[in-house]
């Protein structure tokens, strides 16, 4: 770690893309705790200027050298980038916080959720710290709530995963399928929409305007994807519950920004949903909103651009009092990857004033 000085230097690295753009908002937008913020991306946007805490800032290309006097390096890049320069930034003496997979799943690099195990953050032997992926953070606060109270034996859930979880790139494979699909009578004969669609589907392996797609990430052991997989792994470590049942569907939807999840939870001691609002209602990052005798419902179109996890639709299981059913929408580029990392990085800065 560079010497503490009063303010940290923070760099966001990746900051021209979907979490970046984000990441940027939210520092000008929380309580400003930072002396220089440094800008990095690719040499393609080496010299463009982005716009933080109301400044215009250059951007820097990726190099060793960009990270001098970093203090704390939000990293918002693909995997095999972040994989290569994590450690570098770290050997350079930048607490690396890294919202890409390349990690997560590692044993020397804590996998932190604040309202959920910020203790972890601590104990980083490689400099390193991640951010879980963004399905996972859609969830997770909720569920650890549940979890501290319940004790969570057992996880299934249904993904509802927006475009933006692929990027910039799924959000504008999206709107150019919708204008190739806008106004149409489309979706209504097998093909039609593949046949409008054509081969342009973007980052995904089927056309996503009026459809859903059974499938997120890529391909992993017995049929699995790799974001079912992500899920099981990095709530088992956040909860540090080795040994928990998860059982994921991940669905990408045609929705811009927002991931949703139908979860199944179940736990060792009977709940009452009254006990499990009472936890959600009074739990930090998370608002309840369930009311559907009245007609209204959690959507994630409604949701989007918040900073909270939402829960709604909560029910105890029909054939099962140790076991709840409800829905959540959390925002993928806030508290599904910028804003997690953003507090992550807030908690690490408060070791230099502490
Ligand atoms: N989107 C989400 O909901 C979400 C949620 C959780 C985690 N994440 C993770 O966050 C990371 C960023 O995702 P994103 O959705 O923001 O992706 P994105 O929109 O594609 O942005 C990628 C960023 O990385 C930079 N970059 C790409 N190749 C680079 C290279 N060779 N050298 C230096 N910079 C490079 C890009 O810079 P240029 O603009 O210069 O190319 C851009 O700033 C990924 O690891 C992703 O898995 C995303």
């Known amino acids: 770690m560079n010497q503490p000085r009063s303010a940290p230097t923070l760099a966001v690295v990746g900051a021209t893309g979907a979490v970046g753009t984000v990441m940027l908002q939210i520092l000008s937008q929380h309580a400003d705790i930072w002396g220089e913020i440094r800008l990095i991306a690719s040499s393609r946007s080496a010299g463009r200027k982005l716009t933080v805490r109301g400044e215009e800032v250059e951007v820097h290309a990726l190099a060793e ?56 953050v601590r104990v980083r032997p490689r400099g390193i710290v991640a951010t879980p992926n963004c399905t996972t953070l859609s969830m997770i606060v909720a569920v650890g709530a549940l979890h501290a109270e319940f004790g969570l034996r057992e996880l299934v859930v249904s993904s509802y995963q927006a475009v933006s979880g692929v990027g910039m790139a799924g959000v504008e494979a999206l709107r150019e399928q919708t204008k190739l699909v806008a106004g149409t009578e489309l979706g209504t004969a097998p093909g039609d929409v593949r046949r409008a669609v054509g081969e342009a589907t973007g980052p995904f392996p089927e056309p996503i305007a009026l459809n859903v797609l059974p499938w997120v990430g890529s391909p992993a052991d017995d049929g699995w994807s790799s974001e079912e997989m992500k899920i099981r792994g990095e709530s088992r470590k956040i909860l540090d519950r080795p040994d928990l049942k998860v059982s994921a569907t991940c669905v990408r939807v045609p929705v811009v920004t927002t991931h949703s999840l139908a ?92």
């Open 65 to 120: 050298e960009a990270f001098e006097g970093v203090d704390i390096a939000l990293f918002d890049l693909p995997d095999e980038i972040a994989a290569q320069w994590a450690p570098i930034a770290a050997a350079k003496g930048a607490v690396v916080v890294d919202n890409s997979a390349a990690f997560r799943m590692d044993p020397d690099v804590p996998l932190v959720v604040p309202e959920v195990n910020p203790h972890a």
């Open 263 to 354: 979860v199944h939870a179940r736990f060792e001691n009977e709940i009452t949903v009254q006990r499990a609002y009472e936890i959600l209602s009074t739990s930090p990052g998370v608002v309840v909103f369930d009311n559907p005798a009245a007609g209204e419902f959690l959507t994630p179109a409604d949701v989007v651009g918040t900073d909270p996890t939402w829960v709604g639709r909560v029910r105890r299981a029909l054939d099962d009092p140790c076991a709840l059913d409800f829905f959540v929408c959390g925002d993928n580029l806030r508290k599904g990857s910028a804003l997690n990392t953003a507090q992550i990085a807030e908690l690490v800065a408060a070791e230099w004033s502490g």
